[in-house]
C-alpha cells in the first residue's frame, strides 16, 4: 500500500490574479514561506519515505522548507509532476484571459481542448499518473511519500483514480499549502482526505 500525499505549493504572490503556469521566476513571498513551513509542521512526524517536487520554484521552496521542518533529505525534482504547459495564456491575469473565448472553451471541455501551444488536460493526466506509479513502485509500493504539485495537476491525478471526467475538474478545490490523501494498493485507489487546510 502506498499512501500519497499530494501538496499543493504554498501561496506566491500573484496567486489567483496571474496564470503563472511554467513562467520562471514565479517564488514564494514571506506569506508563502510561511505558509509552507506551517504544512511542514503539519506533516512533521509522518512517517515520509520520499519527498517529490515540481520542478517550478514554487514548488521546490514548499517542498524544502516542509524537508527543513520534517528532518527530510531535500526533494527530488520530478519533471513529470510539472504544472500545465499553458503555452501562450502563461503570464496573462485570470480577469484578461475571461474575454478568450479558447480559455471558455478549456474550462469548459477539459476532456477535448488545449492550451495554445502547450498541454492538454489528458496529458498532463497520464503523464502524473504514469510518475506516481514510478514512485510507488520504487518505493515498493508500500510507504508513504509526499508530492509537492499543482492544483490542476493534483485534480487530474484525483479524478484518475476516482474515475470521474476531466470535464468535472472544477467540482474539485485545491488550495494552496492543502493536503489530499491518496491510498493505492491491490484492490485500487481511494480518497483519504481532500484539500485539507495547512491551518
Not at 474575454?99 to 474550462?107: P, S
Not at 491491490?186 to 487546510?197: D, H, K
Request: glycine fraction near 10%; include cysteine; charge should be negative.
Amino acid at each position: 500500500m502506498t499512501t500519497f500525499l499530494l501538496l499543493r505549493h504554498a501561496a506566491h504572490d500573484t496567486v489567483g490574479e496571474v496564470l503563472s503556469g511554467r513562467l520562471p521566476g514565479v517564488r514564494l513571498g514571506p506569506a508563502g514561506q510561511a505558509q509552507a513551513r506551517r504544512l511542514g509542521e503539519r506533516l512533521r512526524g509522518m512517517a515520509i519515505a520520499g519527498l517529490y517536487s515540481s520542478p517550478r520554484e514554487r514548488a521546490v521552496e514548499t517542498a524544502e522548507a516542509i524537508a527543513l521542518v520534517c528532518g527530510l533529505a531535500g526533494p527530488r525534482v520530478v519533471p513529470a509532476l510539472d504544472e500545465i504547459d499553458f503555452g501562450a495564456w502563461s503570464g496573462r491575469r485570470f480577469a484578461e484571459l475571461d474575454a478568450d473565448a479558447g480559455w471558455r472553451l478549456w474550462n469548459e471541455r477539459r476532456s477535448l481542448a488545449r492550451t495554445p501551444n502547450g498541454e492538454a488536460m489528458v496529458d498532463v493526466q497520464a503523464r502524473a499518473v504514469a510518475a506516481l506509479a514510478t514512485l510507488a513502485a520504487e518505493h515498493g509500493e508500500a510507504g508513504t511519500l509526499a508530492v509537492v504539485s499543482h492544483a490542476d495537476v493534483i485534480k487530474a491525478v484525483v479524478m484518475y483514480h476516482l474515475g470521474l471526467r476531466l470535464d468535472d475538474w472544477w467540482r474539485l478545490e485545491i488550495a494552496p499549502a492543502s493536503l489530499t490523501r491518496l491510498v493505492i494498493d491491490a484492490q485500487g485507489a481511494r480518497l483519504a482526505g481532500l484539500n485539507e487546510p495547512v491551518d
